[in-house]
């Protein structure tokens, strides 16, 4: 990429990302921006990858990769019950393809808008189409993977497995599209539920994975009752149905746990779907499944990358 090309592309960049945020001595432009955050606050740090063919198809809309690229990081912050507040960008790209990448800063730019986020840098570089955001947010309240309690009731936002039903049936759903494409933060929730969550995390590699990583972090268990998960009607007719819900990635949708106690402070679009219990002995069982109340087997393994390594 030429140093024209690349100094434009920056320029472009800087002139649609204009949100500005409190605590911003200094944004792009410099070697290095200048932050100062609230003192009252933890700073929380975050980083996630899009490669395309991998996390993303390269005939996917690129205002919704902008969308989805930034999405994923703020929905980390919102996993930890922190406000994001400012981003990095680094764009490695093929070429330079200008419908493309004024479609991807659209779909980036819009979602800074809408949560108030300062993009402040970044890194430009050519080669195969991948994009790394790193985010920052700030916190006086933290909620980790490891504050879940004995008998606290595990808890979902929104409906679970739209995203993974919607990459194995790309025409059935806008709903379930618009979740795969387009997920929304949840940080609407989060804001609500930072004084009950004992412990959280966003559900991007299937319900039992994610949820089994807040039990094994609070060394404890779950137990879910499959007919409490929220699900989208078009999936329930599946044949597949199980799979998606319970190993699907990609929803975006937060997973939490509360004290019982608290169950009547929870906000709206918070379903209770199970509750912690006992580590059992063995540690493959850390998320035990009923349907209907009768247990259900599953061998059902979220998304991995390196699936095909040879061991
Ligand atoms: P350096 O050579 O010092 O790394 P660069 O030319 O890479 O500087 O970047 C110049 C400025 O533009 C820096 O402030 C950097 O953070 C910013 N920048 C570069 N690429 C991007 C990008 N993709 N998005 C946002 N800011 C960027
Ligand atoms: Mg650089």
Redesign the pocket.
Known sequence: MSFIA?FDL?EQ??RQCDTTTAGTVLG????A?ILQPNPDCQLTVSTDTLVAGVHFKETDQAIHIGHKALAVNLSDMAAMGATPKWV????TLPDINRKWINGFIKGFAALLAKYQVQ?I????TQGPLSIAVTVMGETSNAIRRDGANLHDLVVVTGEIGSAAFALHNPRRSKACNQQLKQPEPRLDVAKNITHLATAMIDVSDGLMVDLGHICRASNLAAVIELSQVPINSIIQKDKNWMAYVLAGGDDYQLCFTINAEAEDELPEDCHIIGQIIEPPNKESDVVMVLHHHQPITTNFKGYQHFDDEKR
């Open positions: 690349e920056i960049i800087k792009i432009g410099d070697d921006a990095l960008l680094n764009l993009l840098g970044g890194d430009t």
